[in-house]
Every structure is written in C-alpha cells, then in structure tokens.
C-alpha cells in the first residue's frame, strides 16, 4: 500500500524558515520521482518541487530561490526547506511520488506565516 506522511509545518513569522520531511513507503523509493504539492485556502493543489532519482530538482517560479527539495534514499524520506518565508507560503503541504496513483495523498502538513 502507497502512502505518505509529511510532518514538520508549523506557523512562523514572514521571514522565517521551516524544514517539511516526508516519509514513504509502500514504494521503491529510490526509482521514484519525488515531489511536494500545496493547497491554500480557496486555490487549487499546485506543485512546488520535485527531484528525480538523479537528483535532479525543479521548482515553481513562485519558491525558487526560497526552497530546496532534497530526498535521502536510505531512510525512503524527501525534504523541503523552506526559507525567507511569506504570507503567501501559507498553505497545506502534501508530498507523493510522480507516479503514485492521483488518489493516494497523505495528510498533509498545515504551514502557517504570519505576523
């Protein structure tokens, strides 16, 4: 069974920064495509980032600069640092393989910025 568990939001102030991890199982980590979504209120799902099993890592124009997705293979864990923080950051963040099927999401980790 795919799954993924996120943990490490929190709320912060404009500026500040946070580390998101994400553990999956269920999947042979390593092969997989690896990426982390968000959700604000009232807005569609977007992606943020991913990182391939090259490591090779793409970002949205709107956290590039600001956030770096990493993955640790033996511990089947990707990463998101999410640093100089803004108001408009503020959402629900998911991650998931590329080719998990588009109905298995995890709970998600609430990042809150605000002053």
């Known amino acids: 069974q795919v799954q993924f568990a996120e943990s490490g939001g929190g709320s912060v102030q404009p500026g500040g920064s946070l580390r998101l991890s994400c553990a999956a199982s269920g999947i042979i980590f390593r092969l997989n495509a690896m990426a982390w979504y968000r959700q604000a209120p009232g807005k569609q799902r977007e992606r943020v980032a991913y990182?391939?099993?090259?490591?090779?890592?793409n970002y949205a124009a709107t956290v590039k600069g600001r956030f770096t997705i990493s993955r640790n293979n033996a511990k089947n864990t990707v990463y998101l640092q999410m640093n100089s923080l803004k108001p408009e950051d503020t959402a629900v963040y998911y991650c998931?393989?590329?080719?998990?099927?588009?109905?298995?999401w995890g709970q998600g980790t609430q990042v809150t910025v605000s002053s």
């Open positions: 998931r393989s590329l080719s998990a099927p588009d109905d298995v």
């Open positions: 990182i391939t099993d090259g490591y090779i890592t």
